[in-house]
């Protein structure tokens, strides 16, 4: 099978990498699988001692099975399929070990290859910690997405972050209860690199591939995409700033001129509400927490992160490591059960999209 491409058995697992193994990764996955809430042919992919032991710690009932790709994947009520990466050190909740680094890298590398070569239909990954990552010997780490990127070797992909209702196709972004599509033009910056970041061409490629995905994952025909402005009042005729009447306006005229539904610059602080977002598909948002505090408010731990523009399909919890909870037994998995459960649709679709 080429390298990927997404094989039509429906019986393809999807894989979950456990991510910071001392965060709620690994417990949130054991705690999907003692409910009995994992859908079938779900994958965990980490350390089956440390996911074993810290099972025992929370007095889970789930028995795990460790197999390989390719392998026909076990199933029943309470097992855990687990594909291995060893731990460079023992973990314990709570506590980071940059030693661990290039284990939580080694997951994700194994998801990616399992995906390229067609033995999973897609991957899901719980949190990591970028500065752990960093200090273990990563210094231009950034984050999932800009590793996928890099890992999958294409130019640039789009972070989305959807709400619950908002991750069904066809689905519009508001319906009356705060069901949200937020994509995002820059991703993990401090905030004074903002501003540079927001160019003409990096609008017009985001806003393209936004569209794109919204089309071949989500089965949207026409998606109508709605765009905040950087500055406060969207920069109020320029009074407030520039940016939106050299950059975003001349950027946002363009894509209509390619055939793209795209509307603003609209001040950032009234376009999340009903009126403005009636119709609309998706929100971009110029940098992360212009746009995420909004989604984050109106579902957190009900949603779920896309990457859009990978030639694989990836999705992720909405939350970080939390480091406080892990070891408890108190996370609440719903971020993650929605991610699994979005990544097999995901899967479909775009198979659904390449069969026409």
Request: aromatic share 4%.
């Amino acid at each position: 099978m080429a390298a990927g491409t997404l094989s039509p058995d429906s019986a393809l697992p999807v894989v979950v990498t456990t991510g910071e193994p001392a965060g709620i990764g690994p417990e949130l996955t054991l705690m999907l699988a003692a409910q009995g809430a994992l859908p079938a042919k779900t994958v965990a992919i980490g350390d089956p001692k440390m996911l074993r032991q810290r099972a025992a710690a929370l007095t889970l009932n789930v028995t795990l099975v460790t197999c390989a790709p390719g392998d026909v994947v076990p199933s029943g009520s309470g097992v855990l399929p687990v594909w291995p990466v060893a731990l460079r050190e023992p973990a314990t909740p709570g506590h980071l070990n940059p030693r661990n680094a290039d284990y939580v890298l080694a997951t994700l590398a194994l998801a990616v290859q399992a995906c390229q070569a067609g033995h999973a239909a897609a991957m899901v990954t719980a949190p990591l910690h970028k500065g752990v990552i960093i200090e273990g010997g990563h210094p231009g780490f950034t984050g999932h997405t800009e590793w996928l990127r890099d890992a999958c070797g294409v130019d640039e992909v789009v972070m989305m972050l959807a709400t619950d209702a908002a991750l069904h196709a066809s689905a519009p972004s508001w319906q009356g209860s705060g069901d949200l599509r937020v994509a995002l033009v820059t991703t993990h910056l401090p905030l004074r690199h903002v501003a540079d970041a927001i160019t003409f061409d990096r609008v017009t490629r985001i806003s393209r591939l936004l569209a794109a995905d919204l089309q071949r994952q989500f089965g949207i025909a026409k998606p109508c995409i709605a765009v905040c402005g950087l500055n406060p009042h969207a920069g109020e005729d320029g009074h407030l700033g520039r940016e939106e009447l050299d950059i975003i306006i001349p950027a946002l005229d363009a894509l209509r001129a390619e055939g793209i539904d795209i509307h603003g610059p609209f001040p950032a602080d009234t376009l999340f509400t009903p009126r403005h977002l009636a119709g609309v598909d998706a929100v971009l948002a110029m940098y992360h927490d212009q746009g995420l505090a909004v989604l984050k408010y109106a579902g957190f731990g009900q949603a779920a992160n896309i990457t859009l523009g990978l030639p694989l399909v990836r999705t992720s919890v909405d939350h970080g490591t939390a480091l406080g909870l892990a070891g408890k037994g108190v996370a609440d998995p719903g971020s993650l059960k929605v991610a699994i459960a979005l990544a097999r649709r995901l899967a479909a679709q775009r198979l659904s999209a390449a069969e026409i």
